[in-house]
């Protein structure tokens, strides 16, 4: 399967300083059309002022293929605790709503350019590439036709061996064909630049759920004991971890909120851990996850 590559497309304000406010629009809406860069960056980190201006001058040369937005986490620490930006630089690459590459730490300029490169390769063409062929193989998965879904992932791998979204689809039939041990295969054959990209980490937290789910109770039964005894945390973690199984995605983030609420640092803090691996396991537009990660940030920072 031969996959080509189209024209840019044109872009206004390439390069700009965003909020929390404005966050959802220059960044997960603004992606839909073209890949975005956000760079995480603070004022008293070394490093960053040297990776940032790197950035922006590969953002400059791709000629509107892909847009750049600088985060400030000190002015900005709730998107930054939502998307798990420990330390800084933190670099993501956002394209149709999600994070779709990324890495964190100084790396080289010829790296920099490379990753823009890589980016603005997402956004392909408005009418072929690859940027329609992944939307078509997450159709075909999301149908059901599995071995297509596979096939046009393998086939955009063969175009672009670095494609961390093409990889985390790969995994994602394994994971849809009950075949977990193989989607996490999948994902340990990924080159050493792309895995830890958002994508594939998400696959990973879809992986630890997957197996979670295989030994999940009964949620009629947890939710009795959970009723009988509210302080019973691992009653309350358990029918998180049952709802989550069932697809009460929502249910069981809203159980696993209130654990932590209760005990944050039970069990070394696994309400939190668990969260995080839900979230991480959606898509980062996903209703259930921005509202949950704002729950959270919310009582971690208060």
């Not at 031969?2 to 909020?19: C, F, N, R």
């Not at 937290?205 to 039964?221: D, K, T, Y």
């Not at 009653?235 to 009460?248: C, H, I, Q, T």
Request: proline share 5%; charged share 25%; aromatic share 6%.
């Amino acid at each position: 399967m031969e996959l080509e590559l189209g024209k840019a497309t044109p872009a206004a304000d390439l390069i700009k300083d965003v909020s929390e406010a404005t966050f959802m629009q220059d960044v997960v809406e603004a992606s839909q059309d073209i890949p975005v860069i956000v760079d995480f960056w603070a004022p008293w980190c070394g490093p960053c002022k040297t990776l940032g201006p790197a950035l922006e001058a590969a953002v400059t040369e791709a000629g509107g293929k892909v847009r750049m937005v600088k985060v400030n986490v000190d002015e900005n620490q709730m998107i930054a605790g939502q998307l798990r930006v420990q330390s800084i630089p933190t670099v993501y690459a956002f394209w149709q709503g999600q994070p779709a590459d990324g890495f964190q730490g100084a790396v080289p300029p010829s790296e920099i350019k490379e990753f823009v490169e890589r980016v603005a390769a997402l956004g392909g063409d408005a009418g072929g590439g690859l940027a329609d062929a992944l939307a078509a193989a997450d159709e075909m998965l999301e149908a059901g036709a599995i071995q297509d879904a596979a096939q046009t992932f393998a086939a955009i791998l063969e175009e672009d061996p670095n494609s961390a979204a093409a990889f985390a689809g790969l995994a994602r039939t394994h994971l849809a064909a009950g075949n977990p041990d193989d989607a996490e295969a999948t994902l340990n054959g990924a080159p050493a630049e792309i895995a830890q990209a958002p994508e594939i980490e998400a696959v990973h937290a879809q992986i630890e759920l997957a197996r979670q789910a295989e030994n999940a109770g009964p949620v009629a039964e947890l939710r009795a004991a959970v009723d009988a005894d509210p302080e019973d945390h691992q009653a309350r973690f358990d029918l998180a971890v049952a709802l989550n199984a069932a697809g009460e995605v929502e249910a069981a983030v809203d159980e696993l909120l209130e654990l932590f609420r209760r005990d944050r640092e039970w069990n070394d803090g696994a309400a939190k851990a668990q969260l995080f691996t839900i979230f991480d396991a959606l898509e980062a537009k996903d209703p259930v996850a921005l509202t949950g990660r704002r729950k959270l940030s919310s009582m971690i920072f208060v």
